[in-house]
């Protein structure tokens, strides 16, 4: 996953990025590259970690909480949203006032935000402390690279890079495995405690090792009313796709939502044509390829994330695995992406990335497909053959956004195409939970009615039908204390059935978005100053 390692790295100090050589290596404590390589890592691996961990206690904080299925979405819709609009203002603030302090603040804060979510009662306080944590890790992502780029010599920022993005890697993939040994043996709380000694010690080494370094043009000014607008344009997408299946697709209010998200899309791109110095500078997307790697990455994040939302309801709710049972069940998906990064690294390197890129999108369709195939009796070794093609296609993408998006860019402005890279990801993660949630949602509301009655069922009234729809999204199967065992057999098996059929939806439409996926890839290339980036990365 080392795309994600070009968050905001030269910020706006395009004249210190033009510097020949890189800085002279610190021989003490303070400003120690490779010390400062592990502490970023540190700091930056609670924030890829929280990515992917809390999917898997997203049921049990379901059934403590009693959430909803759209308080569900809305742990990991606010998390990522709030990431994905910070980024790039984050980067300039880091380059405003130093990437040390931008560093620190984060580090603090996210572990703060985790540990008020442990405490929490309610799905309320839950979801509004997810949001801090994606604000404060936006500020974590920019400063730890600017960091690197600022502490290590040209020559070996490169195998800095790599190692951080190992860290990245392998933090995000072992989130599901990790998360399921605290949610089976410790609670769900302990998936969020377990970034306040982390935090901590982040911030002790940041004390002691990081030097304070800034860029020499630091921007004098912010984007405010284009933060506002994009946030904005966000928000209503977002929810309107959430709630569309509780209002109806039809529902005035769904449609005001939408239209209020085309405005502020339109009123953003009037606006940063006309500001200053713009949250995103639209000349950017003059480059083709630098415009389809940021659409790819939309779309790859839509298919991945969106999907495994669904995967970690059907093994526990539909499979009745243990939290840490559905973890292992990943590790074929996951230690894939560990597997193949390397491998997509080499295969870019030699071939570029249209080839690679392409190739790893069509086996992602392939594995989406494959998906929408399992059933409630399929066997580990079926879904394992899945899950591992599905994370090997993954894997080029994610090491090959880097040479497509900012190799593509400016020199000038790799950071903010960088910015740009990462939050693309950010955003297609929280539109594929909202756009394949909503999939789900239809379907189980055009299903249940039918499959209930089928089997013989006792009529519900609407009230009763919309409480067991929302269970049924879940993969849970809602049986009252009482029911005869004969009576709950019939219940489980049309809530299992009518939850597969939705999954089963969802994973194709996460596969079609994937083909086309495959045609934007084809649009891309290896970007003039790809490689220039790294060797210039003096601030």
């Known amino acids: 996953m080392t795309s994600q390692t070009t968050i905001s790295a030269t910020g706006s100090g395009d004249k210190a990025a033009a510097a020949p050589s890189g800085p ?215 929810w309107a796709l959430i709630k569309a299946p509780t209002w109806g697709w039809g529902s005035g209010t769904t449609w005001a939502f939408l239209a209020a998200s085309v405005l502020g899309f339109a009123l953003f791109a009037f606006w940063e044509q006309r500001v200053k110095e713009p949250l995103v500078p639209l000349g950017l997307f003059r480059s083709v390829p630098l415009s389809a790697g940021v659409v790819l990455m939309v779309l790859m994040a839509i298919a991945f994330m969106g999907g495994l939302f669904f995967v970690t309801f059907y093994l526990q709710n539909v499979h009745g695995m243990s939290p840490i049972d559905a973890g292992l069940h990943l590790l074929p998906l996951t230690g894939m992406m560990i597997v193949g990064s390397p491998l997509a690294g080499a295969a870019i390197t030699r071939l570029g990335p249209r080839i690679p890129l392409a190739g790893g999108m069509a086996a992602t369709a392939i594995a989406m497909y494959g998906m929408s195939t399992l059933e409630s009796d399929t066997s580990s070794a079926v879904m394992s053959i899945w899950f591992a093609l599905l994370g090997f296609g993954l894997a080029p993408v994610m090491v090959g956004a880097t040479e497509v998006i900012v190799g593509n860019a400016p020199m000038e402005l790799s950071g903010v ?48 039908l919309d409480a067991t729809a929302e269970a049924v999204q879940v993969g849970v199967a809602p049986i009252a204390p009482g029911t005869p065992e004969a009576v709950a057999a019939k219940i489980t098996q049309v809530a299992h059935d009518t939850f597969i059929s939705g999954m089963s939806l969802a994973c194709l439409v996460a596969a079609g978005v994937a083909v086309v996926a495959v045609f934007v890839a084809l649009l891309t290339k290896r970007g003039e100053n790809a490689e220039a980036g790294a060797g210039a990365a003096h601030i």
């Not at 904080?61 to 742990?75: C, T």
């Not at 910015?419 to 693309?424: E, N, R, S, T």
């Open 417 to 464: 195409a960088g910015g740009l890279q990462q939050a693309a990801m950010q955003i297609g993660g929280s539109l594929g939970t909202a756009v394949l949630g909503a999939v789900m949602a239809s379907r189980v509301d055009s299903d249940l009615p039918g499959n209930w009655t089928d089997a013989g069922l006792p009529k519900l009234t609407q009230p009763q």
């Open 24 to 238: 002279t290596p610190s021989t003490g404590l303070r400003g120690h590259p490779w010390f400062t390589l592990i502490t970023v890592a540190v700091g930056v691996m609670m924030v890829a970690l929280d990515g992917t961990i809390v999917a898997i206690a997203n049921p049990a904080i379901q059934k403590d909480l009693g959430a909803s299925f759209a308080d569900v979405q809305w742990i990991t819709n606010g998390y990522f949203l709030a990431l994905a609009v910070s980024l790039i203002t984050a980067g300039k603030l880091g380059d405003r006032f130093g990437h040390r302090q931008t560093f620190l603040i984060g580090v603090t804060g996210f572990a703060a935000a985790s540990g008020a979510i442990g405490l929490s009662h309610s799905i309320a306080f839950v979801v509004t402390f997810r949001v801090l944590q994606g604000l404060f890790g936006a500020l974590l992502m920019p400063a730890a690279l600017g960091l690197l780029r600022a502490t290590f010599p040209a020559e070996k920022l490169n195998m800095a890079i790599g190692l951080w993005g190992m860290v990245i890697g392998a933090s995000t993939a072992g989130g599901p495995i990790l998360g399921g040994v605290l949610v089976e043996h410790v609670n769900w709380q302990s998936v969020f405690f377990i970034n306040v000694p982390v935090g901590a010690i982040a911030l002790i080494l940041g004390l002691l090792i990081l030097k304070d370094h800034r860029a020499e043009n630091a921007p004098r000014s912010f984007d405010i009313l284009g933060i506002v607008l994009l946030s904005g344009a966000m928000f209503c997408l977002v």
